[in-house]
C-alpha cells in the first residue's frame, strides 16, 4: 500500500455556524483532525490516536458556506509518533497580497498503535530539503515546549468547593459516527466537544455571544469510546481586558463507573466580537480564593509558556 506525508481535504461547512455567519472552532477543529489523521495513518501504515494538538489562532473567520481546505504533511517523527503541520485555507477568498487567506495553523501528534490500542514503532520519516529541514527542527523545538506545557497542565486542580469562578459542567453519552477503529471517538470530536463547553461557560459569564480566538495545547490521555459517559468541565481561569480564558477537562469512561477517566485537558480563549469584527471589553474577573488565584497563576503560566514558543518559532 502507497504511503503518503501529505494530504489535502476540502470541506464545507453547511451547518454548526456561529450566530454571525461563521463556522465554530469546534467544527474547524474536527476538519483539522480528519485532514491530519490521514497523514499520520498514511504515513505509518497503521491505526494512529491522537495525542495532542499544538496551539491555533484564530485569525480569520470561516464563512459558512465558503470552500476550505486543510492542508496537512508529515513534519517529524519520533519512536511511535507522527507529528503533523497542519494549514487551514479559504481559496475563494484572497487577501491584500492576493494570496488565499489562511484561518489556522496549527501542528497534531498522533501516536501509531496495533489491533489491541498498544503503541508500535513508526517508520521514520527523513527531510530532504531545506524547508523540510526546518520544519523538522521546529517541530523538534515544538515537542521540548508542549512537554514543559503538559507538565503545567497536569497538576491536579483545587478542590472545586474552594473555587468562586464561572464554571459549567456538561455530562452526556457519547453517539457519534466519527470514530477511529476500535469505536474509538476521533480526537477532533473531543476538541469539539471542549470548544462547546468553553463556549457555554463564557457565553454565561459575558452574558453575550462569543467566539474562540485561541484553542490547544490539548493533551488527550485516555480514548472514548461509542456509549462512554462524558463529562466536560469548563472553568474561567483568567480575563483580560477583552478576553475570557478557560481552561477545559475532559473526562468519561463506562456509564457504569463511577470515577471517571482524565480523556484531555485544554486551554481556550474566547472573546465577544462587535460589528466590526473586532473584540469587545469583557467585565472582568477577579480571583478571590487561594485556590482560584492558583487556578490562574496556572492559566497565565501557560500564557507565557506558549508565547515564548511563538516568539521562538518566529525566529525571535
Not at 17 to 28: F, K, L, N, R, Y
Request: include cysteine; aromatic fraction near 6%.
Amino acid at each position: 500500500m502507497p504511503t503518503h506525508s501529505s494530504v489535502a481535504l476540502q470541506f464545507r461547512a453547511e451547518a454548526y455556524d456561529h450566530p454571525d455567519g461563521s463556522v465554530d472552532a469546534g467544527t474547524v477543529m474536527t476538519w483539522i483532525d480528519k485532514t491530519a489523521y490521514a497523514s499520520a495513518a498514511s504515513w505509518s501504515g497503521t491505526n494512529v490516536v491522537s495525542s495532542y494538538v499544538g496551539n491555533m489562532h484564530f485569525g480569520n473567520p470561516v464563512p459558512v458556506e465558503t470552500r476550505v481546505v486543510v492542508q496537512s504533511r508529515v513534519v517529524h517523527t519520533g519512536r511511535t509518533s507522527v507529528h503533523v503541520q497542519t494549514r487551514v485555507v479559504l481559496p475563494e477568498i484572497k487577501g491584500a497580497d492576493g494570496k488565499s487567506t489562511v484561518c489556522t495553523e496549527c501542528v497534531m501528534v498522533y501516536v501509531a498503535v496495533d489491533a489491541q490500542g498498544n503503541s508500535i514503532p513508526v517508520r521514520p520519516w527523513e527531510p530532504d530539503t531545506p524547508e523540510e529541514l526546518e520544519r523538522e527542527r521546529l517541530a523538534k523545538l515544538r515537542g521540548t515546549v508542549r512537554r514543559e506545557v503538559e507538565e503545567a497542565m497536569i497538576a491536579a486542580p483545587p478542590p472545586a468547593g474552594e473555587l468562586t469562578s464561572e464554571s459549567v459542567v456538561m455530562r452526556f453519552l457519547a453517539h457519534t459516527r466519527e470514530v477511529y477503529p476500535g469505536e474509538k471517538v476521533q480526537g477532533g470530536t473531543v476538541m469539539r466537544w471542549i470548544d462547546e463547553a468553553a463556549n457555554v461557560c463564557a457565553s454565561r459569564w459575558s452574558g453575550v455571544p462569543v467566539v474562540a480566538v485561541f484553542a490547544g495545547g490539548v493533551r488527550f490521555y485516555q480514548p472514548v469510546r461509542v456509549g462512554d459517559l462524558v463529562e466536560l468541565e469548563a472553568r474561567l481561569v483568567h480575563t483580560g481586558p477583552r478576553s475570557m480564558h478557560l481552561s477545559v477537562r475532559a473526562r468519561g469512561g463506562d456509564r457504569r463507573e463511577r470515577e471517571p477517566m482524565l480523556i484531555a485537558h485544554g486551554l481556550t480563549v474566547m472573546v465577544s466580537a462587535g460589528a466590526d469584527g473586532k473584540a469587545l471589553p469583557v467585565k472582568q474577573w477577579t480571583a478571590v480564593t487561594e485556590q482560584d488565584q492558583a487556578l490562574e497563576r496556572r492559566a497565565l503560566e501557560l500564557v507565557g509558556l506558549r508565547n515564548k514558543a511563538a516568539h521562538e518559532w518566529a525566529g525571535g
